[in-house]
């Protein structure tokens, strides 16, 4: 897993291995298992699954459903599937453009493994695709850091600070808008 950075989500701890790349979306990408390619499976096959920040904030995932089918080309950002945890259920994202190789069928019969494996047995698919246009842990660690101030005043059921999406959430650096098309959030 190498060397994991660390991020606090008010009481709970958020471990981000270094060895892997993050979507803004709170997926990682990591090298497949060599040993588990098919003959079909190039080097630039991917294993994704959800960031610990996005399990935690899930909880206890109960159902995972794939819209998405093996040999499918996808795009970056297209519906991929649906989870559903104790604490939220929501749309999966593609992380990157790129081709679904497999579904990881342990995830679909024991979903729990992706709170509780998340970075080991809890991957949910493997892709072929560029995995090197998402963000180093540094940089994604720097992404989570900016969006918190919102995120836990909307966990807490506060309203987010009104800004552009790239203030960083905080109010000293929120700015009023008339354009529907700015936003609050991260």
Known sequence: MGNPLIFIMGTVTAMLPDDRRYAKNHMWLAASDPTTKDDASEDNSFRVGLSSYAAALIGVVRRLEWK?????????????GLI???????????????????????????????????????????????????????????????????????????PAYPCDGQCGGGPEKAEATDDPDRHGGA
């Open 84 to 158: 559903e945890g104790s604490k939220a259920t929501s749309d999966l994202y593609a992380p990157v453009a790129g081709v679904i190789v497999r579904c990881n069928e342990e995830v679909t019969k024991q979903p729990g493994l992706v709170t509780t494996s998340t970075y080991d047995d809890g991957w949910l698919l493997e892709m072929r695709c560029d995995g090197d246009t998402l963000l180093p842990v540094a940089e994604y660690l720097k992404h989570l850091q900016a969006g918190w101030p919102n995120v836990s005043r909307m966990l807490r059921g506060l």
């Open 68 to 80: 998405v089918a093996p040999g499918a080309e996808v795009e970056a950002s297209q519906p991929i």
